[in-house]
Structures are given as C-alpha cells and as structure tokens.
C-alpha cells in the first residue's frame, strides 16, 4: 500500500499503528471516492501484520462523515462498481461497515466532529469509538429523509445501545451529544475536547505495543456478532423506502435548501424537518 495513494485520506504510520484522516471537503460526504478509497485502505491493510491498530479521524474540525452522498438521488447506479464487489448478502453501504468490523487490526474513530446516516454506521463499525464533548455529535438522520438506515446502522446500533434506543435514534433522528452518546454506550467515552488526541493516542500505542499475537487473540476470542439476517432484514427495509415518493422529494428538497453545504449541515435536522409539510 502506497500512504499517498488515496485521494480523499491522508494516511501516516508508526510503530504498529495507521493513522487515517479523512479529507473529503467540503463536509466529508460519504460519496464513491471516499468510500472506494476507504474499502481499498482496509483491503490493503488486513493482510499487513506489520499494522495492530487503525486510527481514524477527520482533517475537518466541524464533520467526521456529515452521511451518505444524497446526490445519489440523481445518479442511482453511481456505486454499481463498488457494488459487484460486495459480498454476497449485504449491500454495498452494508460492505463497508462489515469489512470495518471484521477488520483484523484494532480499529478507532477518534470523533470530533459531527458523523450523521452514513458517518454514524461508520463510527459504531469501529471496534472502538471515542467524541470529544461540545464538539461531536451522532445521529442516524435517515428517517427524515422518509427512509432508514441502510448501512447496517440499524443492526450495529441495536448490539450497542439495545433495541429501546436503538428505535429511538432511528425514529427520533435528532442530533447526540457526546455525553449521551456515552451514557447510551453509543461510543466508549466522552472525553473534554482537549484531551481527545492524548486518550486515543495513549490507548492506540498501548494496544501496539502488546506482545506478539495479543491483539489477534483478543480479535479471535471477542468475535463481532454474526448479523446476516439482520443485514437481510435492514436491507429490505431500506430498499422498500428509498423508492417511494416522499423520499426523492424530501432528498431532492434537502439538498435544494443547503444540504451538504457547511451551513446546512449544521442542523441538518432542522433543515430537514422543515420540509416534512
């Protein structure tokens, strides 16, 4: 793997660790390139056992990954590439998050900014998750778009936060902080935005730094949960929204009134409920 090969990460090494930092402007949507160069970098790196942990952050204070690139709207068959590529039983939004979760290295989002839809499946993919408080927030916005989460959003939320807040992040769709977040066990822990850089750092040189063979029996005995029939179930439930009317409107509306610009992405929410009428 050539570290300067991705157009939309910047990728650096040390001792046993890669750090990954997403740089797609102008809010870090999660469009082909970046999803492309994403599912390249983790191919590249799973066979490396030179490499125990992956670090992921974002070159954009504001946005992790703002969601999925809504202009799909108007370009459908955009990730049919990347789709012949998916393994069999999952969609191709679905395949990222899988390939992240059974990643064999240790993999860490360090969360300081904003991750919606798309960004928030990514996050909760990662064997671990850390958001800086004031500054990160999560949240699975899909409904407002009048679909759900596709990208396996639904089924690792679920593992994490159990099913009662797992419905009401899905069907609320509002914005969570990082303290919520942690109290939810969304992510492992709200840390003061200061100190972000130090906790993960400090967490991901330990880890590295482990003797020959730890972190691979740690990864073998603390299996990610099987969920092949939920990725069916979600992906069902996605599919039969995204082709009803109301949700080419309220996508097609969003994005005429400022989404995926950095104004609009600022409350998205908001953005998005006022089209609801």
Not at 130 to 143: H, N
Request: charged share 25%.
């Amino acid at each position: 793997m050539h570290d300067g090969a991705f157009a939309t990460l910047r990728v650096s090494r040390e001792a046993g660790i890669v750090r990954v930092t997403l740089d797609n402007p102008p809010v870090n949507v999660l469009d082909v390139a970046l999803m492309s160069d994403l599912m390249d970098l983790l191919r590249a790196l799973r066979d490396d056992e030179s490499v125990r942990v992956i670090v992921f952050d974002s070159a954009d204070p504001d946005f992790f990954i703002a969601h999925v690139d809504m202009s799909l709207v108007d370009a459908p068959d955009a990730f049919d590439e990347l789709a012949a590529d998916a393994p069999e039983g999952v969609n191709v939004f679905q395949a990222l998050g899988e390939q992240l979760r059974h990643q064999p290295q240790v993999t860490i989002v360090k969360l300081a900014g904003l991750a919606r839809g798309g960004g928030a499946e990514f996050v909760v993919a990662a064997d671990m998750a850390f958001a800086a408080i004031g500054r990160a927030g999560l949240g699975q916005i899909e409904a407002l778009m009048g679909i759900v989460p596709g990208g396996g959003g639904t089924q690792y939320l679920a593992g994490r936060v159990g099913r009662h807040r797992a419905l009401e992040v899905v069907l609320g769709a509002d914005l969570y902080d990082a303290e919520t977040a942690e109290r939810y066990g969304w992510v492992n822990r709200a840390v003061p935005a200061e100190e972000l850089d130090d906790v993960v750092d400090r967490l991901a040189r330990n880890i590295a730094a482990l003797p020959e063979g730890v972190v691979a029996a740690a990864k073998r005995a603390i299996l990610p949960d099987d969920l092949s029939e939920g990725l069916l179930r979600e992906h069902d439930a996605w599919a039969g929204q995204v082709v009803r009317p109301a949700a080419e409107r309220l996508i097609r509306g969003g994005l005429s009134h400022g989404a995926q610009t950095r104004d609009g992405e600022r409350d998205l929410e908001g953005l998005l409920r006022g089209l609801a009428g």
